[in-house]
């Protein structure tokens, strides 16, 4: 079935530096790709998606590209503030029977310190 | 805000008993999706409704049901419940049921089994 695979953190950075958080997906077919973030104590809210290959989703400074022939879709932010602080989650959707769903990576989660 | 809402927040109950979680998904979203979060597995998939009818089932346990009501407000219910079950529940909702539509979290129900 549908995976995804992202690092494991926690991830712990300073203020201003360079962030990847790396994701792998194994699909059957051509999914959708997703970044969720989820702030402490919230619920998960998307931050950026691509629909197809070589599509590059980008919000909020942060970009991520849908590369087909690696099956990945790591997550970049050139510099990193302290409210970037969360957990991340790298998804897929594939569609099914009239449905999707999403699969979701285990989360990674990131720490920004002053 | 998602519009999503979720109750109750917090749940703290005994093993063997049965609970219900209720969500209100955003106005105008058809789709409802309940996932469960727990530390040692992540998120995972439970079960869609589309319209008030069952459109996907993932690793939903048989002590575990769902439904979607004509005012397409959602309830999970939990019986014999076990240690294994505390976790953080979340309830998402979308327009459809498309591949690439975002999904929308309530803040979550957290699930506590002593």
């Known amino acids: 079935g549908d995976s995804v695979t992202q690092m494991e953190g926690p991830v712990t950075l300073s203020e201003e530096a360079f962030l990847t958080i790396n994701c792998t997906y194994t699909a059957t077919g051509y999914p959708s790709l997703f970044w969720y973030v989820q702030y402490p104590g919230e619920g998960l809210q998307l931050l950026l998606k691509?629909?197809?290959?070589?599509d590059k989703g980008s919000n909020k400074g942060f970009e991520a590209t849908y590369r087909k022939e690696t099956t990945s879709f790591h997550l970049e932010k050139g510099s990193v503030q302290v409210s970037d602080s969360a957990v991340y989650f790298c998804a897929l959707s594939e569609a099914g029977a009239g449905s999707y769903q999403l699969t979701f990576g285990k989360g990674t989660k990131l720490s920004v310190i002053p | 805000d998602s519009g999503v809402t979720q109750t109750p927040k917090h749940l703290i109950t005994a093993t063997g008993q049965r609970v219900t979680l209720r969500c209100s998904p955003r106005s105008g979203d058809l789709s409802v999706y309940w996932y469960q979060q727990s530390l040692d597995q992540g998120l995972q998939f439970l079960i869609q409704?589309?319209?008030?009818?069952?459109?996907a089932k993932g690793n939903i346990l048989e002590r575990f049901s769902a439904q979607q009501f004509p005012d397409l407000h959602s309830e999970l219910n939990l019986s014999s419940l076990e240690l294994g079950d505390s976790a953080l529940y979340f309830c998402?909702?979308?327009?459809?049921?498309?591949?690439?539509?975002?999904?929308?979290f309530g803040e979550g129900s957290r699930l506590t089994v002593l």
């Open positions: 691509a629909t197809k290959a070589d």
């Open positions: 409704y589309y319209n008030g009818e069952e459109r």
């Open positions: 998402a909702s979308s327009v459809g049921t498309t591949p690439a539509g975002e999904l929308f």
